[in-house]
């Protein structure tokens, strides 16, 4: 009996030898070959493991992430027999699905998913052309899984219209790009989907007139040259009626100003300099000159 014994335990042994001798090893080339398992530094926490054919990474792949000092499951990888593409998913510490798609070594490819945190609704889908760009649409999604937002992309760089969208389904904002820059005419809109502002950018600057809105109203009318202010700006009372009649140069305001009450008569008038008042200011009582003022400017240098 004990014979038997000692047999069955060499046995054992010889075993668990050829296992661990079989793990990690190279072909006559020097390259990896069989079931390899790595682990975490001074661990015997598992790195990755899974099954490479004379160098090359064969069917499924397993990858950890050290949490609370074990080894959880972070992601997968299916590779295939003929190239380096390999479908993937990535997983949350608690293992729940985080996105999915394929991947060509290092690049994502082909058409992504992913999922909102706390449930297994789709959050958004993109799709990568082969050198790992993002390509042609992506969509954003509300829990419900109503759009939240759509976007056009061209070699990684956004391009053409882009969509925010609220619950309902109403427009909050409208975007266009050009080489992954604003260009073109803008709009934005409350939660009701009604107008607040449009305008056009030039390479992420605002330029030209831009209109602004309230209650369905236009409210202010603004000239803008390179990103800053330059020229007429005009704000209006919901009346109709015009509050202020400004100009500005460089962002600043320079040149004549004048300023109006909600019944349309005048309150003050007066030059600007760089942003300082400047000259001679009149100022009115129920449309009346009431007095003056001068205000001395020093100009910068």
Known sequence: MRTYLFIFILTLLALS???QQS????????KRHGVWRKYFDKTQELRYEGQFNH???VGLFKFYTLYKGESVLSATKQFNDTNSKAMVK?????GKLI???EMDGRHHIGKWIYYHNKSDAVMSTEYYNANGELEGEK???YPDGTTAEQANYVNGKLEGKSIWYA???KTLKEFTYANNELNGVSKYYDADGNLQAEGAYKNDLRIGVWTYYENNKKSKVMHYKNGKLDGKTIWYAPSGKILKDLHYEKGLLHGECKYYDHLGNIESKGEYIEGVKSGDWSYYK???LDKTENHKTTQKQ
């Not at 793990?23 to 020097?30: E, K, L, M, P, S």
């Not at 990535?90 to 608690?94: E, G, I, Q, Y």
Request: no cysteine; aromatic share 12%.
């Open 286 to 288: 129920h449309g009346k």
């Open 23 to 30: 793990v990690n090893q190279f072909d006559a080339d020097g």
């Open 139 to 141: 969509l954003v999604f």
């Open 99 to 101: 996105s999915e798609g």
């Open 17 to 19: 030898s050829f296992a």
């Open 90 to 94: 990535f997983l949350s510490s608690k």
């Open 167 to 169: 619950k309902d389904g």
């Open 55 to 57: 160098g090359k990474e």
